[in-house]
């Protein structure tokens, strides 16, 4: 008896971490192109490590833009493993794999193992989860989600009954999502606030507030060290310097005018030296400054990303529309008890992470952490459909046969096993649709205009003219890395101020995409359509055109004078 319940104890955990971490593996294997923040996070990894500071290198000041945590993982991975790329993949896969098991077990408490295993199930195979963060150019969402979804499960251990522990090792997780991504902060004000509300409705309330008061404590104590490091850079007490930020540089991107968001965030600030979203002149940007200054321009991007938040987040990359049909199976297809509509308020307090987004901008990767939970309810939902199926076709068949049900039946109990698996054919369906079509996903996966395969092709044209030291400029940061380059920003500015700021900061090559300058920077247009006019300081080097029959990126050499 012993041996039966620890085998169907672990087993099916072991089975789901197995899957996730294979899946995981396989789809890591690809090619992909590194971009967006990822290549940051490794730069900024492996100075810290090598003792060069923790800073970039066309920064001359300590990072406060990138919590150090995914620096980090990389770099303690990449001691491992040898190579910065390779180290993200395996924090993909272990993560990932990670995130499929929390999701089980925090849906075994709250529901029961058939439902976590389903939850689970979806987790280790659903694009957002198993493929996407390949692609979004920052490999962090799958530490954050697993590390956020551990303080998650054991706040919910502390929701069900008060204890001093679970409460620690919620906070403590819950800080370390957020030296991963500053946002895991709206986790723990989610936890604080629904575990506020359970104190406040079980006795004794008063003791029970002290709780909520401990996680705060103890979240705060695990980040204080780097809060303190931020304030002697910035001079400002912030829990995010990015909130600032992110109203500073993002306002066009909510509106929906990427030649307004480029020049927000990439345009120079006031000393020509700098862009503007690494430039120390916006750390302290106020929110409240950007929202006070025109209220109904504000409310018209909250809605704006209301709508579009909707938009993204019902398709095939993060929730598919029809798994809300089990989802609502799941809430709805039987009557909450006063402990279930508890647990479902629990649940329903994990969104807001994902909402808070609403008030900024709204991209795909952002939403992404809706995701887990929206699977929780959709793993339940989909056994409550299974076993609505099964019971169906038990009355239907059973009353209509007495030989079906009939105990000595040899049709009985082949039938008996015939009808268990109706329980798991909804599950089975979603398995296979998402094995044959994730994969698929790869294709689209990349933004317009943001990580091309000619950046890729770019790179490997360039990478014989770099040596040790050299700079490239561009606006693209995969031309830079895959190149075996340092980089900088191109600048949204006009030619004479880019090159400018490219001497001051010691550029050698300038990469252009055709993409950047017929639909951000026109002014760059010529540098594109007649590459082979002289022009003072500038040498073409190469032209690198795309397979696909788009625009080509081009490079320049900066003369030195």
Excluded at 509 to 533: H, S
Aim: cysteine-free; glycine content about 6%.
């Amino acid at each position: 008896m012993t041996r039966k319940f620890q085998t169907s104890t672990f087993l099916p955990p072991l089975l789901l971490g197995l899957l996730a971490f294979i899946v995981r593996y396989v789809y890591a294997g690809a090619e992909r192109i590194v971009w967006g923040d990822e290549p940051f996070y490794m730069w900024l990894g492996r100075n810290w490590f090598s003792g060069q500071g923790y800073h970039l290198a066309f920064t001359d000041h300590w990072d406060y833009h990138h919590t150090p945590g995914y620096p980090f993982i990389n770099a303690a991975l990449t001691l491992l493993t040898g190579d910065m790329k390779r180290a993200s993949n395996w924090s993909f896969i272990l993560f990932g794999a990670g995130l499929a098991l929390v999701i089980y077990f925090l849906t075994r408490r709250i529901y029961d193992e058939k439902s976590a295993f389903a939850a689970g199930t979806l987790a280790a195979l659903a694009p957002a989860t198993a493929l996407m963060p390949l692609y979004w150019g920052t490999l962090t969402e799958p530490p954050y989600w697993a590390l956020s979804f551990a303080g998650v499960f054991f706040a919910h251990r502390a929701f069900q009954k008060f204890r001093a522990l679970d409460i620690a090792l919620a906070g403590a997780f819950l800080a370390l999502a957020y030296y991963v991504r500053p946002e895991a902060v709206v986790f723990l004000g989610a936890m604080g606030l629904i575990l506020g509300l359970r104190a406040l409705a079980r006795p004794p309330r008063i003791r029970h507030l002290g709780y909520p008061l401990l996680l705060g404590i103890v979240f705060l104590l695990a980040i204080f060290p780097y809060l303190y490091k931020v304030h002697q850079v910035t001079g400002v007490w912030t829990i995010s310097q990015k909130v600032g930020a992110n109203f500073a540089t993002a306002e066009g991107l909510a509106l929906g005018s990427f030649r307004q968001f480029d020049i927000e965030t990439w345009g120079l600030d006031s000393t020509g030296q700098q862009v503007r979203f690494f430039s120390e002149e916006i750390a302290a940007a106020s929110a409240l400054d950007y929202i006070l200054a025109n209220p109904m321009a504000y409310a018209r991007i909250l809605y704006g990303n209301t709508l579009k938040l909707f938009s993204l987040l019902f398709n095939i990359h993060l929730f598919p529309w029809y798994l809300l049909i089990p989802l609502a199976a799941g809430l709805f297809r039987r009557a909450w008890d006063r402990e279930r509509a508890w647990n479902e308020l629990f649940l329903a307090f994990t969104l807001l992470p994902g909402l808070s987004f609403i008030l900024f901008f709204v991209q795909e990767r952002y939403i992404a952490a809706l995701v887990p939970t929206l699977m929780i309810w959709a793993g339940h939902g989909l056994v409550e459909l299974g076993d609505w199926l099964r019971e169906s076709v038990s009355k239907i068949v059973g009353d209509r046969d007495s030989a079906f049900s009939h105990p000595s039946s040899v049709f009985s109990k082949r039938y008996s096993v015939f009808n268990k698996g109706f329980l798991w054919l909804p599950t089975a369906l979603i398995i296979i649709f998402f094995l044959v079509m994730t994969p698929r996903q790869a294709d689209t996966a990349y933004l317009r205009g943001s990580a091309r395969p000619v950046h890729l092709e770019a790179a490997k044209a360039l990478a014989p003219y770099i040596e040790p030291s050299d700079i490239v400029m561009s606006r693209y940061v995969a031309i830079a890395y895959h190149a075996g380059a340092a980089w900088a920003p191109t600048p949204a500015a006009s030619v004479d101020e880019v090159l400018t700021y490219a001497r001051y900061h010691g550029v050698r090559f300038w990469a252009i995409d055709g993409f950047e300058a017929y639909n951000l920077r026109p002014q760059f247009a010529p540098l594109v359509d007649d590459p082979t006019r002289p022009r003072p300081g500038l040498k073409l080097l190469l032209i690198v055109p795309d397979e696909r029959g788009e625009e080509p990126v081009v490079i320049y050499e900066l003369l030195r004078k």
